[in-house]
Structure formats: structure tokens, C-alpha cells
């Protein structure tokens, strides 16, 4: 009856991956890259806009509605722009301030991934 020993890889305890921190690593490994998760700038363009369009609408869906209206044409950014600047809209009986963070970071998003058709 033979007993089998198993040799661990030795690791460098200064190396941040094998400390417990509680969270997982931030350093891919080779093996890894094909199952991380994509980085939003590493998406396809249509992608990054329709998850950007997905924060709007999931907060302001007449806003979104607009913004497909106007997409790919010149006047969306310049809409976008004063939907930031003035913090959302006004129609005399209605009147909106602010927008949560995530929209904001939607909207400045949109403006950088807007091409002109």
C-alpha cells in the first residue's frame, strides 16, 4: 500500500494574488482570459450603447424614447448635452432636477459613443 504525495506550487507570499483579501484577483492568467469578464471599453460598439440606453430607459424611458428618435443624427448629442447641463427637463407643469449618478455616467457615455450617420 502506497501513499501518493501531492506537491503544491510554491507561491511568493508577497504576491498579492494568493493573499486573503476577500475578493477575487484583479491579474488574469493565461488560462483565464477566455471566461473573464469583458470590459465595457472592450465591448462591440452596439454594446456599449445599447447598455447605456438600458440605464437611461430603466430610470427616464421618455428620455431613452427621445434619444432613439434622435440617434445618429446631429441634434442627439446637443439634446444630450442640455438633458446634463440642465439636469433634465421642464415643461411648465412638471419640473425635473438631477439625475441619479449611474444616468449621468449613461448620458456622458452616450455622447462619446454617438457617430453622426
Known amino acids: 500500500m502506497g501513499f501518493k504525495i501531492q506537491v503544491r506550487p510554491v507561491t511568493d507570499p508577497k504576491d498579492s494574488r494568493f493573499s486573503e483579501t476577500g475578493f477575487p484577483s484583479l491579474q488574469w492568467e493565461d488560462e483565464d482570459l477566455d471566461t473573464r469578464p469583458l470590459p465595457l471599453n472592450e465591448r462591440p460598439l452596439q454594446a456599449q450603447i445599447d447598455h447605456e440606453m438600458a440605464i437611461i430607459a430603466e430610470h427616464h424611458i421618455r ?38 449618478s449611474e444616468v449621468i455616467s449613461a448620458l456622458i457615455n452616450l455622447t462619446a459613443l454617438h457617430r453622426i450617420e
Open 63 to 100: 428620455i431613452a424614447l427621445a434619444i432613439e428618435k434622435f440617434w445618429g443624427h446631429r441634434d442627439c448629442v446637443e439634446y444630450i448635452r442640455t438633458l446634463i447641463l440642465n439636469g433634465g427637463y421642464s415643461d411648465g407643469a412638471t419640473k425635473r432636477v438631477g439625475f441619479k
